[in-house]
């Protein structure tokens, strides 16, 4: 039998501040820059993943140390986006 998985909105899963794209797809905006502090919830950038837009947000708060992909860059599910401290 298939695994039903629940409706929700894709979440980042972050491991020692590396926050990696939760599904694949094309990077429209970047809403921040390294530097930046942010918090918790804040849109770090938006990807376009099947024709819809999807907010990446933060899920810690910290300062931006490293931006790893730019507008128009194409990213697999798992790719590293940003690094927080």
């Known amino acids: 039998t298939a695994v039903r ?3 929700a909105t ?3 899963k972050t491991t020692s501040g590396v926050m990696k ?3 694949p797809g094309k990077v ?3 809403l921040v820059a390294e530097g930046q502090v942010v918090k918790r919830g804040d ?3 938006v990807i376009e993943s ?3 837009e999807n907010n990446i947000d933060s899920e810690r708060d910290g300062k931006i140390t490293a931006i790893k992909v730019n507008k128009g860059d194409s ?3 798992g ?3 940003v690094t927080i401290e």
């Open 5 to 7: 998985r629940p409706l």
């Open 21 to 23: 794209s939760p599904l």
């Open 10 to 12: 894709p979440s980042t």
């Open 75 to 77: 990213v697999m599910e």
């Open 79 to 81: 790719a590293i986006l």
């Open 28 to 30: 429209l905006k970047v």
């Open 50 to 52: 099947l024709k819809m």
């Open 43 to 45: 849109i770090l950038m």
